[in-house]
């Protein structure tokens, strides 16, 4: 293992820990992976983060092959499929956060309440309708709702954040959950006014040059 490959497997379990420290993951549910030379590489499956080294990442090439006796995350097909699919993405999160899953649960996609919806790529965040875990099917629909967006939730089961860089995502992932909450609350308050598309297509642009979105 060269010292570029320690690095970007050390990225992914560092990824992983955050996610739990953010409050977004709980036990071994969510999973990260990060663009790697002729493939990827992903946590795998069922280790808790806080038994996960480096060692235990798993290479993982773009026709689903891995190295015998390691086993990548059961989700790893839409890992594979958006880095497959969408070249200007340099990796890819997921997770089963609070409010995120709770809008899952409902299969409720997020209106434009708020400015920050823009940094996601568009006026709304679509949710895809249920599909079973770690199928192609579930690939599939993640897919389209992610078409021309960076993040999405995914029916009856969590969220994804795909970015740039593997910083970006992780903060796509926090402003997703964020936003969530906000919207929950706002719902018990009253009736949430929606912002228009195109205030939201011109705050896109604004958001080109901000923070991490400057890498986008």
């Known amino acids: 293992m060269d010292t570029d490959e320690r690095s970007a497997r050390e990225s992914v379990v560092a990824a992983a820990r955050e996610l739990d420290t953010q409050g977004l993951n709980r036990g071994t549910s969510g999973n990260v992976s990060v663009r790697f030379r002729d493939g990827l590489l992903i946590t795998p499956s069922g280790l808790p ?3 996960m080294q480096a060692t235990d990442v798993v290479p ?8 015998p006796g390691q086993k ?6 839409f890992h594979r499929d958006i880095l497959a699919h969408r070249p200007e993405i340099g990796a890819v999160v997921h997770a089963h956060p609070v409010y995120c899953t709770a809008f899952a649960m409902c ?3 997020i209106p434009a309440v708020h400015y920050m919806i823009a940094a996601f790529g568009g006026p709304t965040v679509r949710c ?15 897919l389209a709702a992610l078409a021309d967006r960076n993040v999405c939730l995914l029916g009856n089961h969590g969220m994804i954040a795909a970015g740039v860089t593997l910083e970006k995502a992780l903060w796509l992932a926090v402003e997703l959950e964020t936003l969530c909450q906000q919207y929950a609350v706002a719902l018990q308050v009253g009736a949430p006014t929606v912002l228009s598309d195109h205030e939201i297509a011109a705050t896109v642009e604004r958001f080109r040059g901000y923070g991490l979105n400057a890498a986008s």
Do not use: C, I, K
Not at 128 to 142: H, N, Q, R, W
């Open 49 to 51: 983060t806080q038994r």
């Open 128 to 142: 895809a309708p249920y599909a079973p875990y770690g199928t192609a099917e579930l690939s599939e629909v993640a």
């Open 107 to 109: 299969g409720r996609s």
């Open 72 to 77: 990548p995350s059961s989700e790893w097909r």
């Open 60 to 67: 993982l090439g773009f026709d689903g092959s891995h190295p």
